[in-house]
């Protein structure tokens, strides 16, 4: 196990990861057992849609929607999954644009289209806010007042944890996983860590030697014990927001990407859709909801982390937790694109995100799209006839932020500037302020 996963919990104190026994279902809800966290988080739930309650006050506050929280109802194919959240905030930027991408070196007879889901937002970019969308809906029922969540050092999922919880008025605290050269210093404004620090997020450091001996579960349960004691409410959020809950964003982009096509123009049909994979939620909703619904595009995955078999059993835990009664390795496929390791890139992979962001205009992050697209245009070489007459939709997981970490190791390869040439002579011809 990588130290992008290392210790990931599936369940956790989550509402949705426990055992049920009923289904919310078509607007009403029928009955059903509820243990532990999930009975709390439900009553929870329950007790605010009555008449004059979040909804309600909601919409005293804000227009258009934006941070809003909504009754959730799934998409009528997947309302065979259990349990179903019965909340959701909107918090990112939907329905993200589809376009065509004419990647550099498209083999003959493919065609790629590309999902912007990293122009969710801004603050709020990238993949994490569809899942978030639904985390922090369970968090605010279950009268949480703080955030506890983990990730690597540039986490984006850390930094869109900070900033939607602030939007919703709660704290966060954010172990971050770093080198123990550098555990004890302070830990910058690169990337990242400028956003969360920006938002007010606590920030606790941790070696990657104490992360990999311990694990994050461990990690979460020891803060929240400690903020517990000092009188807070914190819920805890899985690395990347990866449980069976945070599942259902990207449940809910399929239900979009299905909407989208259907409004489009010309009949845009998709038969793969690919995206990167670091902690499994991103592909466990995808990879469902395909199945599911009437787009049955098959979902390659390009791990960035963890080996393949790691994230079979992981997405298998994810849909478990959702009673879909599927195998996981006939829902998707997934492969290796880690390469020298997470989060490290070789200078190869760093060529191809610019030649791409000069080709397209697109910028892929290093760490996580930068490396699918690398690995699935690869074997679009090797093996062009797998991908011949398919048109393939890329799902852009956002990351920007953490291009930011790699400044030292793209500058190199960024020629293009030089001193404008005016020469003496150019008399100025009119206007005289500074930026005119
Ligand atoms: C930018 C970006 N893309 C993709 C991923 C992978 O998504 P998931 O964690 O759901 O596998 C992550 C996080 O791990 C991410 O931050």
């Known amino acids: 196990m990588c130290s992008c996963s290392a210790g990931l919990l599936r369940g956790g104190s989550f509402a949705i990861a426990g055992p049920a026994t009923g289904l919310r279902h078509g607007g009403g809800l029928r009955r059903r057992r509820l243990q532990g966290s999930d009975r709390t ?3 929870a739930s329950m007790s605010s849609s009555v008449a004059g309650g979040p909804d309600q006050e909601a919409s005293r506050h804000y227009i258009g929607g934006f941070l809003a929280r909504r009754s959730y109802e799934p998409p009528a194919w997947a309302s065979q999954l259990s349990p179903v959240p019965s909340f959701v905030y909107n918090l990112g930027h939907f329905p993200t644009p589809i376009h065509k991408w004419n990647l550099p070196d498209l083999p003959e007879g493919t065609e790629v289209w590309i999902k912007r889901d990293d122009l969710s937002g801004m603050q ?8 978030l969308e639904f985390l922090l809906a369970d968090a605010v029922a279950q009268g949480a007042d703080c955030i506890v969540t983990v990730g690597g050092i540039q986490s984006n999922h850390c930094r869109a944890t900070a900033v939607a919880a602030r939007y919703l008025n709660l704290d966060s605290y954010l172990i971050l996983r770093t080198a123990k050269r550098l555990v004890d210093d302070d830990p910058g404004l690169t990337g990242n860590l400028l956003v969360e620090r920006l938002v007010g997020a606590h920030v606790d450091l941790i070696s990657r030697e104490e992360y990999a001996a311990i ?20 819920y805890i959020i899985p690395v990347g927001g990866s449980n069976s809950l945070g599942t259902w964003g990207y449940i809910e982009a399929i239900r979009e990407i299905e909407q989208q096509v259907q409004k489009g123009q010309g009949d845009v049909d998709f038969d793969d859709i690919v995206v990167a994979c670091g902690s499994g939620g991103t592909i466990a909703g995808l990879s469902l909801g395909s199945w599911l619904s009437k787009l049955k595009a098959k979902v390659h995955a390009f791990s960035v982390c963890d080996s393949p078999d790691y994230f079979y059993d992981y997405v298998q835990g994810l849909i478990d937790g959702l009673q879909a009664g599927l195998s996981s390795r006939d829902l998707v496929d997934i492969r290796d694109a880690k390469g020298l390791g997470y989060a490290m890139s070789t200078t190869d992979e760093l060529k191809f995100v610019k030649r791409v962001a000069e080709a397209t205009g697109v910028v892929l992050d290093p760490v996580y799209s930068g490396k699918a697209v690398y690995r699935m245009l690869k074997d679009m070489a090797e093996n062009p006839a797998a991908w011949r007459g398919r048109r393939v939709l890329f799902v852009h997981t956002g990351g920007l932020l953490g291009l930011y970490d790699k400044v030292e190791e793209v500058a190199p390869l960024l020629g293009n500037w030089r001193r404008m040439a005016v020469g003496e002579a150019v008399p100025r011809r009119d206007g005289a302020g500074k930026m005119f």
Do not use: Q, T
Request: glycine content about 10%; cysteine-free.
């Open 41 to 43: 988080s439900f009553a």
């Open 215 to 234: 694990g994050s579960v461990v990690l979460a349960d020891l803060l929240k014990e400690r903020l517990v004691n000092e009188g807070r409410k914190p």
């Open 124 to 131: 709020l970019s990238g993949n994490k806010v569809r899942k």
